[in-house]
């Protein structure tokens, strides 16, 4: 600019500036009233203003560095040519990058033209380098054979100590640039793209995962063929150190522009960390721009973009892009935009679960037919929403190892997200009322706020929604079973009942069979949820004359009918429940589904089903399975990772390992302490620990956390509330707290009549009652207890877990009363009980401690050998699940070896 | 004090660009050998500490430490830009053959060519009005504090402030102007 016109400008300028920017207008039309032309120069520099405070922020000195290190290398490098690596000769420089340079090379002996790509990775590295892991991670992608994936022939290391790798010599372009030179149509980019997938999905099925998926390792030949370079490459050369490979070798290996969110937040990388990245590759082909643009916009910006943002449709994005999007024939909306997004998404678990999904789908849409992907929407924050208020009221609770409740919890979320997934979606897309749907819940949901609460949004949802379809009745349907749902949740039964039925009405006047089959099993499912197993299996049986006559059914539809089924008969037939479940979960693994919530939650049922079966080491395993999904990755959600966590120590509660229960409890009151919604609130984890710890003897500690339990008294289920008063007392008790006992005893009489309905309820006062009862003759009490027994419905045949403390708080009062073979009775009676199999007999603290009671029945009796046996049996169970330095155990060892003298 | 920066000549900032370069290198190399967590801020410390060495040790034959942190803020954009030029020039090379097999460091390409974008804007602003190219140099190649650049070009903070921001909105105007164009 000429320096005497920028004089005069930068005058303005200078004024401006030195007044606040909602005064810029007056400054100018001051100093610019007869210049027009000067006052635009100086408006469009002002509109700099904001974007020029953070400008040029940083000095560039990390960049200067960067190159200077780099072309430094470039410079040794130069030397290369004519080298001889291995079997090959070097014969120019064709490529280079950060990490290394790429020489076009051919066979150095001769004995046959071959050319091949020789890749020198970057000197120093080799110091990081584990280079047994490199090896064998080089046999693995040498074993990769697949027409559109580059070979790697050989590798190895340097003279020098270089690590080299021989590669296929693909003489091609990015993908990128070979569909703008050849401008091609979207269509034909999407054609081009089906044996991308197909390589990444061969690659994954050998389990190796690319990790820089990119445009530039996605080579077209000039035939038009496609090849994937660097597979696996960023794994190979992952030092050997874990913390390392967490940040630096991550950033090093990520490629901004292709990086998915857990790249970014260096969390775990998994075959689904390429399918997003495919999916931004794709989005760049179909829109001229990566999703969400270039590190040109600043790295930290891009960065928080992919973390945070959600992508542009790339329909719209295409429109103000490249343009490449134009030409086509079909348009880039809806469906292809469905698909992107889709691939694109912030969650793993909520992409595509493997490339064929994602092929599958781009197929579909070429072919004209529907794809499976579907936008996300409002509808899904609403879905999530509903299951997170699912559990709480859905769980329904088992067995109990006497004080300490073991309640297996739920997570409903499985068969009420697949039936929103294949019917709700679809039902309601077609009926259009979706649009209405999510245009609501737009309205309604505020975001981050809570300006109103699920409750009265559902109310108003229901009654809007209601008035608006009042002439659509597929729609009245499907919305009344998405209301119903919620009120079943909240344990509002009648009005659930209510809903559903309406929609069986409905789905019988237009006669639309796969709604009455499905209405049906809503019916079923409801009343399994309402606690009548029996009307839930008469409604189960109305459904299958409808099932027969349809010629196609629906996954979600069968789902929900054999979920329902297991629902109603969880109870009364747990082993059948866990094959119903187990066949859901199975139609999950035939579909690959499984990395995905849904499969996690129904293994769960699973697990669940087999605690009631009083299968615990089944059900532990599974519960282990699906602890290692989610170490995986795939179950990233922490509020069901809170059930999950609190499962699997219940179910060691179960079984009497007190140890292991403690353990998974002490990760899960780990875990966020905000996860207090619905489902899983932490009174409930703090009372499962309180207990846990008050087996372990650890008293102070565990009446902290029972204390905890009652943060939000109204949240404790009156099924844990019960027993916590009691333990309470006890640990009072023993403290001289004569005023905390009678209250807490208070607590319990007033929480009792909510839990009467339960069956282990009358046995928590009654095992206090035992151990608190004044002494007397022997004959007083033997009555006592066994009329005590009797009250709680005990017979010599039972076999509910609720049993065994009063059992053994009874066989100890015997023992001390010398009524030994009442005692034993009891103490054998308990551990045929607890034992649930033959391992319990070496784990279970339970099966421990009631041999010891056993054995000082034994000693009363005078059979000191047979004291001693038993005693031998219970220490190794007490040491397991109890812990060595327990008072039990040490007792039972002091005891041990008393005898022996 | 302005003339001293005034007369930094193309000879004396060629002379401070091996220096420069050279201890680029060695930082470089030491990032490699630490793998810092924090590149960014800890190059920025380095260079800074650097230069504070080499003003102490040359300052005398500088005529000043002011005329050295001028020369030294040329030759670091000088360095910037040369390798940017090079870095072209070998992206350019025959487009066939070149099978860019892993280009590791593709957003480092993306800053090059913003290196170049900014190094044209502010030839720009260098015939408009040389005092704002200057306080560019030594502020954002240089990576002087404001204090710093006001007492190396003798005028108040105050000014050097204002320069600053002015020097900025005529860059970002200008890169848009060229990027439009």
């Known amino acids: 600019m000429d320096p005497d016109r920028w004089r005069v400008i930068e005058r303005v300028l200078d004024e401006a500036l030195a007044h606040r920017p909602e005064q810029w207008q007056a400054v100018l039309d001051e100093a610019c009233s007869t210049d027009p032309e000067l006052r635009a120069e100086v408006e469009s520099l002002l509109r700099q203003a904001t974007k020029a405070q953070t400008f040029l922020a940083s000095p560039p000195f990390a960049l200067a560095a960067a190159i200077v290190a780099e072309s430094n290398n470039g410079e040794n490098e130069a030397k290369n040519a004519g080298r001889r690596i291995g079997s090959y000769r070097l014969i120019e420089e064709i490529g280079r990058g950060g990490m290394s340079r790429v020489f076009l090379a051919e066979r150095a002996d001769g004995q046959f033209e071959q050319r091949v790509a020789v ?42 100590g270089v690590p080299y790798l021989v590669l296929e010599y693909v003489e091609g372009k ?37 990790r820089d998926l990119k445009p530039s390792n996605i080579l077209v030949t000039a035939d038009g063929e496609v090849k994937l370079l660097d597979f696996g490459l960023a794994k190979l ?26 790249q970014v937040r260096a969390d775990t990388v998994t075959t689904v960390t390429d399918i997003y990245q495919l999916g931004a590759v794709l989005y760049e082909l179909l829109t001229g721009s990566p999703p969400f643009g270039r590190r040109s916009r600043g790295l930290h910006e891009l960065e928080g973009a992919i973390v945070h943002d959600e992508p542009r449709a790339p329909s719209a994005a295409a429109s103000t892009g490249a343009g490449t999007g134009a030409g086509t024939g079909k348009p880039l909306r809806g469906d292809v935009d469905a698909i992107l997004l889709k691939a694109l998404r912030k969650e793993p678990e909520r992409r595509y679960s493997s490339a064929s999904a994602f092929r599958d789908d781009v197929e579909r849409f070429l072919r004209g037919q529907p794809v499976s992907a579907r936008p996300d929407t409002a509808l899904y924050r609403f879905r999530k929403l509903v299951r997170r208020n699912t559990v709480a009221s859905a769980a329904t609770a088992l067995a109990a190892a006497a004080l300490v409740v073991a309640t297996v919890l739920s997570v409903r979320g499985m068969r009420v997200a697949r039936r929103e997934r294949d019917h709700v979606e679809q039902a309601l897309r077609r009926s259009r009322a979706s649009v209405a749907f999510e245009s609501l819940i737009f309205k309604l949901i505020p975001v981050g706020g809570a300006a109103m609460t699920y409750d009265q949004l559902i109310a108003r949802g229901r009654d809007v929604l209601e008035r608006q379809f009042r002439g659509d009745p597929v729609s009245r349907m499907e919305l009344g079973i998405q209301f119903a749902q919620h009120y079943l949740q909240q344990g509002n039964d009648t009005a659930g009942l209510l809903l559903v039925g309406r929609s069986v009405a409905l789905a019988d006047s237009v006669r639309d069979a796969q709604m009455q089959v499905r209405t049906r099993c809503e019916m079923a499912y409801a009343h399994a949820r309402a606690g009548r197993p029996d009307s839930a299996l008469a409604w189960l049986a109305r459904t299958r004359p409808f099932l027969s006559r349809l010629p196609d059914v629906e996954r979600g539809t069968l789902d929900a009918c054999q979920g329902a089924e297991g629902d109603a008969i969880i109870r009364t037939n747990p082993d059948s429940a866990a094959e119903l479940y187990r066949a859901i979960a199975a139609r999950s693994v035939t579909a690959g589904d499984t990395a995905d919530l849904d499969y996690a939650n129904i293994l769960n049922d699973v697990a669940r089903a087999l605690h009631m079966a009083k299968r615990d080491r089944e059900s532990v395993a599974i519960l282990m399975h699906v602890a290692d999904l989610q170490r995986k990755g795939f179950g990233p959600d922490p509020l069901d990772q809170a059930v999950l966590l609190y499962n699997i120590s219940a179910v060691y509660t179960s079984l009497g390992e007190y140890r292991p229960a403690r353990e998974w409890l002490a990760k899960r009151v780990a875990l966020v302490p905000s996860l207090d919604s619905a489902p899983q609130p932490a009174e409930f984890a ?108 005990y017979k010599p045949t039972s076999t509910g877990q609720w049993f065994i403390d009063p059992l053994l708080e009874g066989a100890t009062r015997l023992v001390a009363a010398g009524a030994y073979d009442a005692a034993t009775r009891y103490a054998e009676h308990a551990v045929r009980i607890a034992a649930v199999d033959s391992i319990t007999y070496r784990q279970s603290g339970i099966v421990g401690e009631a041999q010891v009671v056993e054995a000082r029945a034994a000693l009363v009796r005078g059979d000191s050998a047979q004291a001693r046996a038993l005693l031998a049996r219970a220490v190794p169970p007490l040491t397991y699940g109890l812990g060595a330095r ?16 | 004090m302005l003339s001293n920066v005034d007369t930094v ?75 940017a030029r090079r870095r072209q020039a070998l992206k350019r090379g025959g487009a066939w053959q070149m099978i860019p097999l892993h280009d590791g460091d593709a957003a480092l390409e993306i800053e090059m060519d913003s290196v170049l974008a900014l190094d044209g804007a502010l030839a720009q602003l260098e015939t408009t009005n040389q005092r704002l190219s200057r306080v560019v140099e030594l502020r954002f190649f240089g990576g002087l504090p404001e204090s710093e650049v006001a007492e190396v070009l003798g005028v108040s903070e105050r000014t050097v402030e204002r320069d600053w921001i002015k020097a900025r909105m005529f860059l970002l105007h200008e890169l848009k102007r060229t990027e439009q164009s």
């Open chain 1, 237 to 262: 050369l992952e030092p050997a150190n874990e913390d390392v490979s967490l940040t630096q070798t991550g950033q090093r290996w990520m490629t901004p522009e292709y990086a998915a969110p857990e």
């Open chain 1, 686 to 793: 703090a009372y499962a620990y309180g207990s846990v710890l008050y087996r372990l003897a650890e008293l102070d500690s565990a009446e902290f956390w029972l204390t905890r339990a009652f943060t939000r008294p109204e949240l404790l289920w009156p099924r844990f509330a019960l027993p916590a008063h009691y333990m309470l007392a006890r640990i009072a008790l023993a403290r001289g707290r004569g005023d905390e006992v009678r209250h807490q005893l208070a607590m319990a009489d007033s929480i009792y009549p909510k839990a009467s309905k339960l069956v282990d309820a009358p046995s928590h006062g009654i095992a206090y009652r035992i151990a608190t009862m004044d002494g007397g003759g022997r004959p007083l009490v033997a009555a006592t207890i066994s009329r005590m027994l009797d009250s709680i419905g």
């Open chain 2, 9 to 83: 000549n193309s000879y004396e900032t060629d002379a401070l660009f091996p220096v420069v370069y050279d201890e680029l290198k060695r930082i470089a190399r030491h990032h490699l050998r630490t793998a810092a967590p924090d590149a960014t801020l800890c190059t920025t410390e380095l260079v800074h500490e650097a230069f504070l060495k080499l003003a102490r040790e040359r300052g005398a034959g500088w005529a000043g430490r002011a005329h050295f942190f001028g020369a030294a803020s040329r030759a670091m954009r000088q360095v910037l830009v040369s390798f």
């Open chain 1, 886 to 901: 327990h008072p039990a155990t040490l007792a039972a060892v002091a005891l041990r070896d008393s005898i022996g003298r």
């Open chain 1, 174 to 210: 990015p993908i990128n640039l070979y569909c703008d030179e050849r401008k091609l149509s979207a269509v034909e980019r999407l054609e081009l793209f089906l044996p991308v997938l197909d390589a990444v999905q061969y690659a994954h099925r050998n389990l190796v995962v690319h």
């Open chain 1, 119 to 160: 890749k020198l990775l970057r000197p120093g590295l080799d110091s990081e380098l584990d280079q047994a892991r490199f090896r064998a991670e080089r046999q693995i992608l040498a074993a990769l054979n697949h027409p559109n994936v580059a070979r790697l022939f050989d590798g190895g290391l340097t003279n020098d």
